[in-house]
């Protein structure tokens, strides 16, 4: 059935068959389903769902993201070359990031650290003993493109691949099918509903927290820590009524509850401080997250002159007009107001409640013996810490590799003596380039 043909039956109201097996369902209608825009679509006729007010189903309709035909009226037909996620980066460039959409973002976003894992392969391969430095150009991309092994890269391919933007949401079993999906990774605020009531997933330009923290949970276990969640031993103690302790994530790993960062319990989430490029990149590859950010710690807390000058030449000051506008689109970094009293205060994103931004103690903070001190050095109340720590893998046994959802021989298992939260260990970190080289005074965190 051509489009035309499609077309004239319906201006003649005539049932048209949306199922093409013994279970016909008919559609009857007068009324071509169309976007405001005018744009025949007729997946509307079916799909009700609506994923939020700028990507509404009759702003957008359904082909603009999810492909497919939009003229058909029989169900196999309209759902050839369909994505159910089109925020997938193979898929990206084609729904995302078509013309009129969101087309420099997904160029960062495939060049990025959360996509590529550059940073974590190449350290993994230098101290493997495989690289000679840690700045490598291997990818997730190029692993899975050229097959690319090694002891180390199996090993990332095993215990690390879980955890980047181009894995197929789904590909994996259990909690591990939530990861992934490139930009609906972060940009998903629910999950679709269960039974019959399938709901349409949210889409968000504030990223809730609970997204990264999918993430974000090993290694340094950020995400946890930020939160005052301290992994245990995985005893499953102290018991409650002779029961495991009912502090448990999502993968069966124990923790306790602990002091939180203080900007979390001033009710502040990732996306307040990490910016938009420091989390989807720029476009040019980077080695590692340093070469990635965009402010710091000073960024908020200094003196008001200074702060007030520095949101002025970045375009981040908005200027008091009696109240605290909440109304005002927030900027790409982050968004710095001057509200009642002439207060300097940071939005937050999510809660849209202005926080104080305090400036360092006088004669405290950047100042003689404490120049080279990283504000982390002092204020860091407690991180985890591994002991003795180390893999062992068994290349007689299968293991899932996360980058291709194949089980293939060579099986990790890691191990520790021990993990304890306690005061941050001090170092020293070399910064600057050549002839410009500092030393700055850091916590370490094993992982």
Same mark, same amino acid.
């Given at each position: 059935m051509g489009p035309l043909f499609l077309i004239?039956?319906?201006?003649? /109201? !005539?049932?048209?068959? *949306?199922?093409?097996? =013994? =279970?016909?369902?008919?559609?009857?209608?007068?009324? *071509?389903? #169309?976007?405001? +825009? /005018?744009?025949v679509d007729m997946c509307l006729a079916c799909?009700?769902?609506?994923?939020?007010? =700028?990507?509404?189903?009759?702003? %957008?309709?359904?082909?603009?993201?999810?492909?497919?035909?939009?003229l058909s009226g029989i169900k196999e037909t309209a759902h050839q070359g369909m994505v159910k996620n089109p925020g997938e980066l193979f898929v990206a460039p084609k729904t995302c990031g078509q013309t009129g959409c969101h087309v420099?973002?997904?160029?960062? @976003? #495939?060049? +990025?650290?959360?996509?590529?894992?550059?940073?974590?392969?190449?350290? %993994?391969?230098?101290?493997?003993?495989?690289a000679t430095d840690q700045n490598e150009n291997i990818t997730t991309w190029l692993i899975r493109q050229k097959g690319l092994d090694s002891p180390a !890269?199996?090993?990332?391919? &095993?215990?690390?691949?879980?955890?980047?933007?181009? %894995?197929?949401?789904g590909l994996l079993p259990d909690f591990l099918s939530q990861k992934g999906g490139g930009c609906t990774a972060c940009h998903n605020s629910s999950l679709e509903g269960v039974g019959k009531e399938k709901k349409h997933a949210q889409i968000t330009k504030f990223v809730p927290m609970k997204n990264c923290v999918k993430c974000h949970n090993r290694s340094g276990r950020i995400g946890l820590s930020y939160q005052g969640m301290y992994e245990t031993e995985g005893y499953g103690t102290p018991f409650i009524e002779a029961e495991l302790a009912p502090y448990q994530l999502e993968d069966g790993r124990f923790y306790l509850p602990m002091r939180p960062d203080v900007h979390h319990s001033k009710g502040l989430i990732c996306i307040d401080c990490h910016t938009q490029k420091e989390v989807m990149g720029d476009g040019h590859m980077k080695a590692h997250i340093e070469e990635q950010l965009e402010i710091e710690c000073t960024t908020c807390h200094q003196n008001r002159k200074a702060l007030v000058d520095l949101a002025k030449r970045d375009g981040l000051l908005h200027p008091y007009s009696g109240k605290a506008d909440t109304s005002k689109k927030p900027l790409s970094k982050i968004d710095i107001r001057e509200i009642e009293n002439g207060r300097i205060v940071l939005m937050g994103k999510a809660d849209k409640k202005p926080h104080p931004l305090r400036p360092p103690k006088p004669g405290q903070c950047n100042t003689g013996v404490h120049s080279r001190l990283s504000c982390q050095a002092c204020h860091a109340t407690w991180v985890p810490q591994c002991y003795g720590c180390h893999v062992r893998a068994d290349k007689s046994e299968k293991q899932l590799d996360k980058l291709n959802g194949q089980m293939t021989f060579g099986n990790w298992?890691?191990? $520790?003596?021990?993990?304890?939260?306690? $005061?941050?260990?001090?170092?020293? $970190?070399?910064?600057?380039?050549? /002839? #410009?080289? +500092?030393? &700055? *005074? @850091?916590? %370490?965190?094993p992982g």
């Open positions: 004239i039956l319906l201006f003649m /109201g !005539i049932s048209l068959p *949306i199922h093409g097996y =013994a =279970a016909t369902q008919y559609l009857t209608t007068t009324e *071509i389903p #169309k976007t405001f +825009s /005018g744009q799909h009700f769902e609506e994923p939020d007010k =700028a990507h509404g189903r009759r702003v %957008l309709g359904c082909f603009e993201c999810h492909l497919g035909n939009p420099n973002e997904v160029n960062w @976003v #495939k060049n +990025s650290l959360m996509a590529t894992n550059r940073g974590i392969i190449s350290t %993994l391969r230098y101290y493997w003993g495989e !890269i199996d090993y990332f391919r &095993k215990m690390c691949g879980s955890c980047h933007l181009g %894995l197929e949401k298992t890691e191990f $520790r003596s021990f993990i304890r939260y306690e $005061r941050p260990v001090l170092g020293v $970190r070399q910064v600057g380039g050549p /002839g #410009k080289e +500092s030393s &700055k *005074i @850091v916590i %370490l965190v």
